[in-house]
């Protein structure tokens, strides 16, 4: 066979060239179908445990969705928080906002073990929080939605890093839209998101100024929430109070209702609507579930796209907890 032209040579090279960066991209972007040949059984081995775990306990689905996303906001969703701290590692289970209140881990791991007898080593510890999170609104009555895979586990965390990223629940609506804005999520995200407090618990530590201090707040609801939460530190601060009022285990648009009624248990939570630029978008999700459910998915797909391990980056743990040797 004849050698090509100088000419030709060079648009055969820019060819290859090209579609080896397509293939890079698409080796190192996130997908639905990842899994379709390699572990197609992951959804069914990670919905089962789920459905086990909300079966014994109705909070634990919003245990996961929570955990899903502290990890995110803290080097990307990359099951970072997962690691245990080791004498010479320190990771973000100790970091303020996980401290006593992150929970869930033990379910993390039954799905891993569970995943790992269908395909091991093949499904990351990332992705499993990814779609147990989404199973866990579902299981509780919220959208489904189709979940972006093939993450890879960090083999790093960061204890500073869960400390200033996560929005505490004293931030204003200024705050919360800076620490959103961090993690290239949008105000609309942010308020959307925050509606996965229709379900799970907070503790008296976390809501005890808002209860005592605010005055963005019903007095009979704040009466109600102070007999189970003293006004002195230290006191009861692991008291739990549902985040939504009304149907804490049922994911939908109570939570936006109770804002509206100035109901809302945190800090941050009542912000949205105290009389500034979210209070349209809460009234919106409070008339139209369907729209609540459709920004809160947009919400959740963006929010699994922070700053993924993809291709050869990071690892497939085979142990939640711990990097592989």
């Not at 996303?69 to 990771?91: E, I, K, M, N």
Request: proline share 4%; charged share 20%.
């Amino acid at each position: 066979m004849a050698y090509a032209s100088g000419a030709m040579r060079s648009s055969i090279i820019a060819v290859i060239f090209l579609l080896s960066l397509a293939g890079t991209s698409s080796a190192q972007s996130l997908s639905t179908s990842f899994y379709s040949n390699s572990c197609p059984g992951v959804y069914d081995a990670v919905k089962s445990v789920m459905e086990s775990a909300i079966a014994k306990e109705k909070r634990m689905g919003a245990s996961i969705l929570r955990l899903f996303f502290h990890d995110c906001f803290v080097q990307g969703c990359d099951a970072s928080l997962l690691l245990d701290d080791t004498p010479s590692f320190r990771g973000e289970k100790t970091a303020a906002p996980n401290n006593g209140s992150a929970r869930g881990f033990e379910v993390i791991d039954a799905i891993k073990t569970a995943v790992e007898k269908v395909c091991p080593g093949v499904v990351s510890c990332a992705d499993i929080l990814a779609i147990a999170a989404r199973d866990g609104v579902v299981i509780l009555g919220g959208p489904n939605w189709d979940v972006k895979v093939g993450r890879r586990d960090s083999t790093t965390a960061s204890f500073n890093g869960a400390n200033n990223n996560i929005p505490p629940p004293t931030s204003s609506l200024a705050n919360l839209n800076s620490y959103f804005a961090a993690q290239g999520l949008s105000q609309k995200d942010m308020v959307a998101l925050s509606g996965a407090h229709t379900i799970g618990l907070a503790r008296c530590t976390n809501y005890r100024a808002h209860i005592y201090n605010d005055t963005n707040i019903d007095a009979a609801f704040a009466k109600k929430r102070q007999s189970g939460c003293p006004k002195t530190s230290g006191s009861g601060d692991n008291n739990l109070a549902p985040l939504d009022l009304q149907t804490p285990t049922v994911f939908e648009n109570n939570y936006y209702k109770d804002l509206v009624s100035k109901k809302g248990l945190l800090h941050s939570d009542q912000e949205l609507f105290n009389g500034g630029a979210t209070d349209a978008q809460v009234e919106s999700y409070v008339s139209s579930q369907s729209a609540f459910f459709a920004e809160f998915v947009a919400g959740m797909i963006k929010m699994g796209d922070i700053s993924p391990l993809t291709g050869s980056h990071g690892q497939v743990r085979k142990n939640c907890r711990r990097v592989n040797n």
